[in-house]
């Protein structure tokens, strides 16, 4: 199946991740998208670490769930999770597939997106214009897991000659 375009991922940061070393997390984020497994530098010693990384993943099917995991590094055993979310790219693509925001300022809410069961959203989140593309920034809620929340922007990338977004 051909890529419809790619997803940019921009992994911020974690807030109040758990410990699970002896006073704080070595911590990183993997995020998967089918067979696709794409990973951040590890902060160590922080359970509110800032990333700041960009990490991008091919979409093939808008219905392939894409998980972010955290994880603790270890150096003698196997690395712990920290529990994990869906980034759900949904509305995001809603929004895209109407068009007509060109000329629309920087910093224009487009779109609000509600937390519910139906996602992993720890509060509202906006779709938003920012130099002429739209923007997702989103709080994610980690689930399987005490306590933790990672914040993550997304944005999509057209390929070019790829078949693109369509209804």
Not at 12 to 30: E, F, K, P
Not at 65 to 71: D, F, G, K, M, N
Not at 86 to 103: F, S, T
Request: include cysteine; proline fraction near 3%.
């Amino acid at each position: 199946m051909e890529a419809l375009g790619l997803l940019r991922i921009r992994v911020r940061s974690g807030i109040n991740l758990g410990v699970r070393d002896t006073r704080s997390s070595d911590t990183y984020v993997v995020v998967e998208c089918g067979s696709q497994k794409v990973k951040t530098k590890v902060m160590e010693n922080n359970c509110n670490p800032i990333w700041n990384e960009e990490l991008t993943v091919y979409i093939k099917d808008l219905k392939v769930p894409i998980i972010l995991c955290v994880y603790d590094e270890d150096t003698f055993t196997k690395d712990d999770k920290m529990g994990d979310a869906e980034i759900d790219i949904k509305p995001y693509v809603k929004c895209l597939k109407k068009k007509g925001y060109e000329g629309v300022s920087d910093g224009t809410k487009i779109e609000k997106v509600e937390p519910s069961s139906d996602n992993c959203l720890a509060r509202e989140s906006f779709i938003v214009c920012n130099k002429g593309k739209l923007v997702q920034e989103m709080i994610l809620r980690l689930k399987n897991v005490e306590c933790g929340e990672v914040e993550v922007e997304i944005e999509w990338l057209n390929l070019p000659g790829g078949s693109g977004l369509h209804d």
